[in-house]
């Protein structure tokens, strides 16, 4: 953590200026440091008087880091099904078990969801563990959370995977600290070291300009949420076998703090632009919301979906969920077709696994078109009526 001296510090500011996060400010004669510090160091190489240090936490290695071995998976369960990422995390984790040559199991947590467990198996699973019990029909972070953490200590997998959702990324940081476990946030490699087992977690680090390779060499498990649709399910083989464990999770399932009074399915969170195999996704080329009943126009006659840049997203033109990119939604289509969007790294990690790209942008220089299968130079709302008449002649 940053240390400020406030005996030392002269309140000169310089700090301030020198720090890119804004995380540090003079405030009552004394340097401030907030939320947003990253630990970079450069306020305090810049401070004249030394007044900012960096102290390192001391490093924790557990002694027994042999003791534990396998892969787990965490299934999640929601919606009265089990969510497609579960079966993406089971494709991963049986090459990574295949490479250790150890056993992957998965975790699968509900009311009654042991009918879910040949599905699991088809997928890879080597074992199922089911923790079925009324407390589970719910999701509870604490509770869940609880759940996991026995079971990962009593199991001592050395790698545990979880998807990178709205449950993945609540309830798997509790565990990971419960479990004092290092943890690694939206991964979008996994792989494994041949040279000493080690877990390669890469993921996109300062806003997607870099990909770093992460590795927790001192505690176990490695623990690494996976973003949906990154990795690719296997294909199911209704043929494999595989053990089926029931938890006896009744002894330890705790009383929770949180009480779900309601479960509210928001109408905007049912559109799964993960699950559709055309998209047509508009960006601030369009200039206005009014663009996307263009594009839905264009979307309907290809029977698939609107998506969109976060610049959209950010103008208040379409909703949250339909955005695609670091900070939206992985998409994998047969067909995206990108309607003035300019192609920023950001945006292109969450779409550039499409089979076709088409991209329309007014500007030949756009970074859009080094990614796209096919492109169109010129307005969007010139091109986009002329294929859509063009769709509509061929399908007469
Ligand atoms: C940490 C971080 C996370 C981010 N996460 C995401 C993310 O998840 N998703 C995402 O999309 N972005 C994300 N961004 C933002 C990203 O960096 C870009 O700012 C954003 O993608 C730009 O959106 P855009 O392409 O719609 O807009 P712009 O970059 O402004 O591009 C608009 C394009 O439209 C073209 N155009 C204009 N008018 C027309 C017309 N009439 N016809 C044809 N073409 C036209 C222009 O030539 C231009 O190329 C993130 C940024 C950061 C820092």
Not at 51 to 67: G, P, S, W, Y
Not at 246 to 251: F, I, K, P
Not at 315 to 343: D, E, F, R
Request: net charge negative; aromatic share 4%.
């Amino acid at each position: 953590m940053l240390i400020i001296d406030c005996d030392l510090c002269t309140a000169c500011g310089i700090c301030e200026g020198n720090c890119a996060f804004g995380a540090i400010s003079v405030q009552d004669d004394c340097a401030v440091v907030n939320e947003s510090c990253t630990l970079c160091g450069a306020c305090v190489e810049s401070c004249p008087v030394e007044a900012l240090r960096i102290e390192v936490a001391e490093k924790r290695t557990q002694d027994n880091l042999d003791d534990y071995k396998g892969i787990l998976v965490f299934a999640e369960y929601r919606h009265g099904t089990v969510a497609p990422v579960s079966f993406e995390l089971l494709g991963i984790g049986r090459k990574l078990a295949d490479q250790r040559q150890v056993d992957l199991s998965v975790i699968l947590l509900g009311g009654k969801v042991g009918g879910y467990s040949e599905a699991l198996i088809a997928a890879g699973a080597d074992r199922v563990l089911l923790a079925e019990h009324t407390d589970l029909e719910q999701f509870r972070e604490d509770v869940y959370a609880a759940v996991l953490e026995r079971v990962i200590s009593e199991s001592k997998p050395e790698v545990v995977l979880a998807g990178a959702t709205a449950i993945g990324r609540s309830v798997i940081p509790y565990v990971a600290t419960a479990l004092n476990a290092g943890l690694t946030a939206d991964c979008t490699r996994l792989e494994i070291r041949e040279s000493d087992g080690m877990l390669l977690q890469t993921r996109p680090a300062f806003g997607g300009n870099i990909m770093a390779t992460i590795e927790c060499p001192h505690t176990r498990p490695q623990m690494a949420t996976v973003r949906p649709k990154v990795m690719a399910p296997a294909e199911p083989d209704p043929t494999r076998k595989g053990e089926v464990v029931a938890l006896n999770v009744a002894e330890y399932v705790p009383a929770s703090k949180l009480e779900v009074i309601e479960t509210v399915v928001n109408d905007e969170d049912q559109v799964n632009i993960q699950e559709v195999e055309a998209l047509v996704a508009g960006g601030r080329g369009l200039d206005s919301a009014k663009g996307f009943s263009l594009l839905r126009e264009l979307a309907d006659e290809l029977s698939g979906t609107v998506a969109a840049s976060r610049a959209a997203v950010d103008s208040g033109w379409i909703p949250y969920p339909h955005q695609v990119g670091q900070t939206g939604k992985t998409v994998n289509p047969k067909l995206y077709i990108a309607c003035g969007i300019s192609g920023a790294v950001q945006h292109a990690v969450g779409m550039q696994s499409a089979e076709v790209i088409v991209a329309i942008n007014r500007d030949k220089a756009a970074p859009i078109f080094d990614l796209a299968t096919y492109g169109i130079v010129g307005d969007l709302y010139e091109v986009v009526p002329q294929l859509i008449r063009k769709i509509q002649e061929v399908k007469k």
